[in-house]
């Protein structure tokens, strides 16, 4: 038979205690014979048992937070790894360069940490970044694989996948506070993106600093309608985009850490 963790508890606690009072009461009578003396001891034993119990409770509540907490880690851990691998799939089909989703999850991570992002902020853009693309699996194939430019209807069509991602994210509750990267990454510092025409802070942090890594890996890796461009011009590119598409105080940070962000996208870390 399987006992639940509380009737454990429970248990363990009844008969910790059962045992200290019928052994204490016993020693204590056969001890001492004087009423007052008595009393006291009395007294002195209910707050031994008092601090007793307290550390003992203390204990096995810590023990199994500490379990909970690990099963959780475990749960989130095979979450994540089926996100990577549908990804994985969505890189497939995007025909994205190879490791394109986990080089911007690496950097995009690192950058979120020299900014200062910590804590649950941090895991919602590991998770936002990764599945920053994820409502282009509402799109055809022949929109998202098209070698030439796209035409109006096409563009139309192609800027409907951040609010399909964003309703995607929503309905998975460890998902919904990384979902302002898959919704805000288009938009531009100057106003002028999409789909909500954010301009400045009032876009997500979170879709800041992706908006940085993502447009490094846009360019810098060769696409279905445009090879890679050599490093200095990526650069520039960032430089010139500061203040209009990008955040510019996080375009510094990005120039100030390059060397160690390129190294964390390109090498992972085992």
């Not at 009844?14 to 003396?37: A, E, K, N």
């Not at 990577?84 to 890189?91: C, S, T």
């Not at 919704?183 to 997500?204: M, V």
């Not at 490094?216 to 050599?230: G, H, T």
């Given at each position: 038979m399987v006992f639940s963790p509380q009737f454990r508890t429970a248990a363990?606690?009844?008969?910790?205690?059962?045992?200290?009072?019928?052994?204490?009461?016993?020693?204590?009578?056969?001890?001492?014979?004087?009423?007052?003396?008595?009393?006291?001891?009395?007294?002195?034993?209910?707050?031994?048992f008092v601090l007793g119990t307290g550390l003992l409770l203390y204990w096995m509540i810590g023990r199994t937070v500490h379990r909970m907490a690990e099963a959780n880690r475990r749960l989130l851990d095979g979450h994540e790894q089926a996100l990577?691998?549908?990804?994985?799939?969505?890189?497939v089909r995007h025909k994205e360069t190879s490791d394109h989703s986990e080089r911007v999850v690496r950097m995009a991570t690192g950058l979120a940490r020299i900014a200062g992002v910590e804590s649950d902020a941090l895991r919602d853009v590991k998770f936002g970044?990764?599945?920053?693309?994820?409502?282009?699996?509402?799109?055809?194939?022949?929109?998202?694989?098209?070698?030439?430019?796209?035409?109006d209807d096409e563009t139309r069509l192609m800027r409907t996948h951040p609010r399909i991602g964003y309703d995607m994210l929503q309905q998975i509750e460890f998902?919904?506070?990384?979902?302002?990267?898959?919704?805000?990454?288009?938009?531009?510092?100057?106003?002028?993106?999409?789909?909500?025409?954010?301009?400045?802070?009032?876009?997500?942090?979170a879709a800041r600093i992706f908006s940085v890594v993502d447009v490094?890996?846009?360019?810098?890796?060769?696409?279905?309608?445009?090879?890679?461009?050599?490093e200095e011009e990526v650069l520039a590119y960032l430089r010139n985009a500061a203040g209009s598409q990008l955040d510019p105080t996080l375009v510094r940070t990005f120039m100030d850490h390059y060397a160690e962000l390129k190294a964390l996208a390109l090498h992972p870390v085992s």
């Open positions: 363990t606690y009844v008969l910790v205690s059962g045992v200290y009072i019928w052994f204490s009461g016993h020693l204590l009578g056969s001890l001492v014979r004087d009423p007052h003396q008595l009393v006291v001891y009395q007294i002195i034993k209910g707050w031994m990577r691998v549908l990804v994985g799939a969505m890189d970044a990764l599945l920053h693309d994820i409502g282009k699996l509402a799109l055809p194939d022949h929109i998202l694989i098209k070698p030439g430019k796209l035409d998902l919904r506070g990384a979902s302002d990267i898959p919704f805000s990454h288009h938009e531009r510092w100057d106003g002028t993106g999409y789909p909500q025409g954010l301009a400045g802070e009032a876009i997500p942090l490094w890996d846009a360019l810098s890796f060769p696409r279905v309608y445009k090879p890679a461009w050599p």
